[in-house]
């Protein structure tokens, strides 16, 4: 199983960005899997951001982030996406989605997010 995040960026406070993380190499159905995004800001542990469920999609976030960031999957390109609106500072990190299977977690490569004017 492979993951590629992309989208990082520089971006001014309350700005947007759009993160994508492309999976691969799943043997079995992409949609059977959730799928899950954190972050780890320099200095500190790595906390989950968002999560969405299987088929059905249901979806969960960090008190952090609600009401800004929205997770959402397309299973057709075997793709999750983060859009994040209203950008803080404090949003700063490493992005990094992950997924499980066959009891083992798979993580990408991280695509850096930096929040600053």
């Known amino acids: 199983v492979q993951l590629v995040e992309s989208g990082g960026g520089l971006v001014q406070p309350g700005g947007s960005l759009r993160l994508s993380c492309a999976a691969s190499g799943f043997t079995f159905t992409f949609s059977n899997y959730p799928m899950t995004w954190y972050r780890q800001a320099p200095g500190k542990e790595r906390e989950l951001v968002a999560a969405i469920r299987s088929a059905g999609g249901s979806t969960n976030y960090a008190d952090s982030v609600k009401g800004r960031f929205t997770i959402s999957r397309d299973n057709a390109k075997n793709t999750v996406y983060l859009q994040m609106n209203a950008l803080k500072p404090e949003d700063t990190a490493v992005y990094y989605c992950?997924?499980?299977?066959?009891?083992?977690?798979?993580w990408g490569q991280g695509t850096q997010v930096t929040v600053s004017s």
């Open positions: 992950t997924v499980p299977v066959l009891g083992r977690r798979y």
